[in-house]
């Protein structure tokens, strides 16, 4: 996911919530309306009283606080975090190392093993290697498809934050 995502998926928070908002503080200013996504449970309850009640249920299941101790990775938390360094600029460092290996099986062979090396995914690097055997003799020459499945972790880390892993699979 490109930071312009995030961007647009905090956007679309933020516009969910602004008729909302608008409707029971008309005085406030446009520009500091914005989804709350609050940490400890005070924030919420100052925030709490610009929605309606069914509207404040629902943001109010959403906020990290909800989470106790384990907030950090709060997916609200991680999106805040990110977005809020994009716009003013800070360095967001992301870390890709991958973390499942799986390969099909065939008539033509068998997996004997996967293995995961540990290393940063960059350019020519060997994040994963799998050993197959044959389970008949051939001869000749033949191309054969060989269908493999690879999943990855992406690790987003945050500054004075735990880093915050995002699944993908190819």
Known sequence: MSIRELVNAR???DHAVFPHIRAKKPQLEGKLIQYPIEDYKAQWEN???WFNSPVAKVVGRSQP???GAEFAGHPLRVLRE???RDKH???VIANYVMAI???GERDLYTV???SIHKVPMKA???VAEAHRRLAQSLSGERLEQIPSEVGYAECIEIADHEPVGLWSRL
């Open 11 to 13: 956007a679309a928070l």
């Open 47 to 49: 925030k709490k009283k």
């Open 65 to 67: 606080y909800r989470k």
């Open 82 to 84: 990110l977005v809020n």
């Open 89 to 91: 600029r800070d360095l």
């Open 101 to 103: 290996v799986n390969v």
């Open 112 to 114: 004997v093993s996967t």
């Open 124 to 126: 020519g690097a060997v």
